[in-house]
């Protein structure tokens, strides 16, 4: 397990590396970084909260009696998620690779 995370850790390392040398200019990778941030977080986001009603609801369909207190728990995670998800698209989107003039 450790090796196949420094394994993980020095490719990335490696890949990384001639994007970080590069200018920053309108044709390059770091240019949008911000857009595939703000991709990723989206579809982070989706999957979680996704995962989490698919749960909430099978505990639903098997308990019930206890539906009220899944339904509020859902709810509070669910903005949990949705803030944290905001606030990373806010971060995103601030690296514009289109600076205004």
Wanted: charged fraction near 5%; aromatic fraction near 10%.
């Amino acid at each position: 397990m450790m090796i196949r995370t420094l394994v993980i850790v020095f490719g990335l390392a490696l890949i990384a590396t001639p994007a970080m040398a590069q200018n920053a200019g309108p044709g390059s990778a770091i240019a949008f970084s911000g857009a595939i941030g703000l991709g990723l977080v989206v579809i982070g986001a989706a999957f979680g909260i996704g995962k989490l009603g698919a749960a909430a609801f099978e505990s639903m369909a098997r308990q019930p009696e206890v539906a009220g207190q899944l339904f509020t728990a859902l709810i509070v995670a669910a903005a949990l998620i949705e803030g944290f998800t905001f606030y990373a698209v806010y971060v995103c989107s601030t690296q514009n690779p289109w600076p205004v003039q």
